[in-house]
C-alpha cells in the first residue's frame, strides 16, 4: 500500500535561512511524489511532482526536492525563505489504483519569523 | 481563465439537513475528486470519477452522495446520514495522462460546512 509520512507537523525559520521539509514514503512500485502548498482557508496549489525523470525536482517559487529511492524519501527544500512562504505544505503519493487518488501526508505548517 | 470553482464558499447546516456542495471545472478534465479535509489532517478521498455517468466511492464515502451528469459538474451531497460533517471540502480534477505520465491534480478553492 503506498503511504507517505511527514516528519514534523510543525517547523519555524527566520527569512532568509534554509527550508527543510522531511517527507518519507512507502510505495510497492516506482511512485508519482507531489508537494503542494495550502494558504489558510485555501485549495491546493502543485508546487512540484516527481514522476520517475529527474530525481532532483525544481518547482514553483525557488522550492526543490530529490527523490533518494534508497532512502525512500522526498525532502523538499528552498535556500531562503520568504514571508509569503508561511503555509502548510503536504507532501503527496498518487495510488495507480482508485483512479489515481492522491495520498496525503499529514502535513506540515511551515513558520516564517522576520 | 481556466479553473475549478466551488460554491458557496461557507455554508451552515442544522442537524438532519442534507447539504449540496457545488463543483464546477473549465479545464475539459475527464477526472473528478471530492476530498474532505479536518483541522491538522491531510485531505482523505471521498468519491472520485473517471468518466461522466460513473463514479466510485474513496475511503470515506458514508454519509455522502455525488452525480456526475455532465463532464464540467461533480456536486457532492452531503446527507444527514454522515455522522460528523463539518469539514472543509476540496474538489479536484485531473486531465488524461499521456502513456508513461502522471497529471496533476487541480483544486478549487474550497467550501467550509459547518453543522449548527
Known amino acids: 500500500a503506498q503511504s507517505v509520512t511527514q516528519l514534523d507537523s510543525h517547523v519555524s525559520v527566520s527569512e532568509g535561512t534554509p527550508v527543510l521539509l522531511r517527507c518519507n514514503y512507502s510505495?510497492?512500485?516506482?511512485?508519482?511524489l507531489f508537494w503542494y502548498v495550502q494558504h489558510p482557508n485555501k485549495g491546493l496549489q502543485l508546487l512540484l511532482k516527481?514522476?520517475?525523470?529527474?530525481?532532483l525536482v525544481k518547482g514553483i517559487n525557488g522550492f526543490e526536492a530529490e527523490f533518494k529511492k534508497s532512502e525512500t524519501s522526498f525532502h523538499l527544500t528552498k535556500p531562503s525563505a520568504h514571508m509569503s512562504d508561511a503555509a502548510e505544505y503536504f507532501c503527496v503519493v498518487s495510488d495507480y489504483n482508485q483512479g489515481g487518488k492522491l495520498i496525503f501526508g499529514q502535513g506540515t505548517e511551515l513558520s516564517v519569523k522576520p | 481563465d481556466g479553473g475549478i470553482t466551488q460554491s458557496p464558499k461557507y455554508l451552515f447546516r442544522k442537524e438532519g439537513q442534507n447539504v449540496t456542495l457545488s463543483c464546477e471545472q473549465n479545464?475539459?478534465?475527464?477526472?473528478m475528486y471530492w476530498y474532505r479535509q479536518d483541522p491538522g489532517q491531510g485531505l482523505r478521498l471521498i468519491y472520485y470519477?473517471?468518466?461522466?455517468?460513473?463514479?466510485q466511492k474513496g475511503d470515506i464515502a458514508e454519509g455522502y452522495s455525488v452525480s456526475r451528469e455532465k463532464k464540467e459538474s461533480f456536486p457532492l451531497t452531503v446527507t444527514s446520514a454522515q455522522k460528523n460533517p463539518t469539514a472543509f471540502y476540496l474538489c479536484?480534477?485531473?486531465?488524461?495522462?499521456?502513456?508513461?505520465?502522471?497529471?496533476?491534480?487541480?483544486f478549487g478553492p474550497g467550501t467550509r460546512l459547518t453543522v449548527l
Open positions: 516527481y514522476t520517475s525523470a529527474a530525481t
Open positions: 470519477s473517471q468518466i461522466v455517468n460513473d463514479f
Open positions: 510505495s510497492s512500485y516506482s511512485p508519482s
Open positions: 479536484a480534477s485531473k486531465g488524461l495522462a499521456l502513456k508513461g505520465s502522471y497529471n496533476e491534480q487541480f
Open positions: 479545464l475539459n478534465h475527464d477526472a
